[in-house]
């Protein structure tokens, strides 16, 4: 049903006073054709604030369960895992201006959701490192520029419980109410410092990436931690071991990590490779109360992994041929590049990587005519003033 919250319960979720007009409200839309007025007021306007919220942290198949919208002065909360058809959404949206926050897991989700791609973007985030705040979350934006002090509660949620309890929902109307005026801060600082251009490139970056969504699984995704360093045995076992982690999280639907740690599977690792038996490796195993039933399945991959021949391991990728280790010319143009790029960031007061990270470094050190390749557009006008890039 469409059901129209009054604002008395967000007065718990903010902790000082503030002259910052409060939320007036949010309309839930939980069930089928109720979203006529959310559709209805996207039609009106060319820009609408969004945020979404996933079970990523609760489920091993990731699923959106929450879609904030903030359109015509009103707040809408969509429950994304109720039998609704969002046909007429996506295109509609698809044709607006978008207005999120640390949008780069939305925009990967939403596009392996239903290959949903933006037309255009301003990312709060990515506005307040480009202004070099100290702090970008969007509590510590809403805070030091409002004086609204937020419940972070809801940043470790389980979403997909239903039904959502009103305080989590008061949490997910706040984090689209302040985008609007937040954005117009940041946009007018970004303008007076000159760096409007940069946020647009930045945020067709943003774009860009979403649609590339998650990475696939890869046989290789068991190198874990130090597995580098394990010979034979231990590589079998960790194998092993790292795909029963994936099978049981699969079955449990829940996140890997909660089944067991990356550290916990490469301790086992580190005892087979030492030499240990199956009840040495398998000495000590807590799994906790909640998975205290894997141990047998656990104890099955142990010995499937000492069993196992280390010549069947996938192969490690072999190395790129147009990727070949630098030579010390190279490495040392790279070290006064970053020390150029250092100097750079500090003086214009933003984190250095915004400029190149390490791996851009490389490449610049490589091939330095191919500068404009590698970076967008402004982080390649402000590197191409290093003097190593002049000579």
Request: glycine share 6%; aromatic share 6%.
């Amino acid at each position: 049903m469409i059901s129209r919250f009054l604002p008395h319960p967000v007065r718990r979720l903010l902790g000082v006073k503030t002259q910052h007009p409060r939320i007036s409200g949010f309309t839930l839309i939980e069930q089928p054709g109720h979203l006529q007025p959310l559709l209805a007021a996207i039609d009106q306007v060319s820009e609408v604030v969004m945020d979404t919220e996933a079970d990523n942290m609760y489920r091993f198949r990731v699923r959106v369960c929450l879609l904030q919208f903030y359109v015509c002065g009103e707040v809408y909360l969509v429950d994304a895992l109720a039998p609704i058809d969002f046909g007429s959404l996506w295109p509609r949206l698809a044709k607006k201006h978008l207005v999120m926050h640390g949008s780069d897991f939305d925009l990967r989700l939403l596009y392996d959701f239903c290959q949903f791609r933006a037309k255009s973007l301003f990312d709060t985030m990515l506005a307040a490192q480009l202004l070099g705040r100290g702090r970008i979350g969007l509590a510590s934006l809403i805070e030091d520029n409002f004086g609204v002090k937020l419940d972070k509660d809801g940043q470790k949620a389980n979403w997909s419980r239903r039904p959502i309890t009103q305080k989590l929902l008061d949490y997910a109307a706040l984090d689209v109410w302040y985008l609007p005026a937040l954005r117009d801060i940041l946009t007018r600082e970004l303008k007076r410092l000159g760096r409007l251009e940069w946020m647009d490139q930045q945020c067709k970056a943003q774009i860009e990436a979403g649609v590339l969504g998650f990475s696939p699984p890869d046989e290789n995704d068991w190198r874990i931690g130090r597995s580098e360093r394990l010979r034979a045995r231990g590589q079998t076992v960790l194998h092993s071991v790292w795909h029963w982690r994936q099978e049981q999280a699969l079955r449990l639907d829940t996140p890997p990590f909660k089944v067991c740690s990356n550290e916990f599977l490469t301790r086992l690792a580190m005892t087979a490779d030492e030499g240990g038996s199956e009840d040495d490796i398998l000495s000590g195993v807590n799994l906790g109360k909640r998975h205290s039933r894997l141990i047998g399945s656990l104890a099955a991959a142990v010995r499937a992994g000492l069993d196992k021949d280390p010549r069947t391991l996938p192969r490690r990728p072999g190395r790129d041929p147009n990727h070949t280790p630098l030579n010390q010319a190279e490495i040392a143009l790279l070290d006064r590049i970053k020390e150029e790029r250092d100097k750079i960031a500090a003086k214009i007061s933003i984190e250095p990587t915004l400029i190149a990270n390490r791996a851009q470094l490389s490449l610049i050190a490589r091939t330095p005519r191919k500068l404009g390749d590698i970076l967008l557009p402004w982080q390649a006008s402000l590197l191409a003033e290093a003097p190593s890039l002049k000579e």
